[in-house]
């Protein structure tokens, strides 16, 4: 019970001492009023949950009881099962998570459902045209052998895309600048700018 009066005696302390809100406990474990009468561990707080509509690869996807802040990549993957959209970094830094919003890349690790519901999202499942198993890019992918584990390809390849849709024919500079921000860890950065050059060649604008 010394312990206990303790931890009470300095949580009543923080309390006359700090002007923090009734939700937050800096020892959430233990949850008792009688111990925190008045505090309460942050994670009981009750979050506002919400209905979104979300538009992905041309269809109409509604996530029911979710956090709005909720990020985007994980909306994808835990929530639609899309996995072709990685996790790397979780900070926006890294380029592996990159998905097209009304076509123009972003990183989805960063970026919350509810900055982008109603708007047209594509990912790497939904590149590929209707008509097509493949996008060109993923076939100049293919011909030039550009992954090697892979798992940063498919954020490279929405980049890329969304690159060749503002330059259709874009020079080594171009792509160095616009391919900056998505990191391969096996350096495969030479391929990959082959591979886009393949790509704009055959005309390849979206």
């Not at 900070?91 to 972003?106: P, R, S």
């Not at 500079?173 to 495969?188: E, L, V």
Request: glycine share 8%; hydrophobic share 40%; with cysteine.
């Amino acid at each position: 019970m010394g312990v206990i009066k303790a931890i009470s005696s300095l949580n009543e302390a923080i309390g006359k001492a700090l002007p923090l809100p009734s939700c937050i406990c800096i020892f959430p474990s233990l949850t008792s009023s009688t111990f925190f009468p008045r505090l309460t561990p942050f994670f009981f707080q009750s979050i506002a949950m919400a209905k979104i509509q979300l538009d992905v690869n041309g269809e109409s996807r509604t996530l029911s009881d979710i956090d709005p802040n909720t990020p985007l990549l994980w909306a994808l993957r835990d929530h639609l099962q899309m996995i072709g959209t990685k996790f790397g970094c979780g900070k926006g830094l890294c380029g592996a998570c990159t998905v097209h919003l009304n076509g123009t890349a972003i990183r989805s690790c960063s970026t919350p459902i509810s900055a982008v519901e109603g708007q047209s999202i594509t990912t790497i499942e939904g590149l590929a045209s209707e008509t097509d198993d493949l996008h060109p890019l993923q076939e100049a992918w293919m011909e030039h052998d550009v992954p090697q584990c892979g798992y940063c390809q498919a954020g490279q390849i929405m980049n890329a895309a969304a690159l060749l849709k503002r330059n259709s024919n874009p020079s080594d500079s171009d792509i160095d600048d616009a391919m900056a921000g998505n990191i391969c860890r096996c350096g495969t950065y030479q391929r990959i700018r082959k591979a886009i050059h393949t790509a704009a060649m055959k005309g390849v604008s979206a």
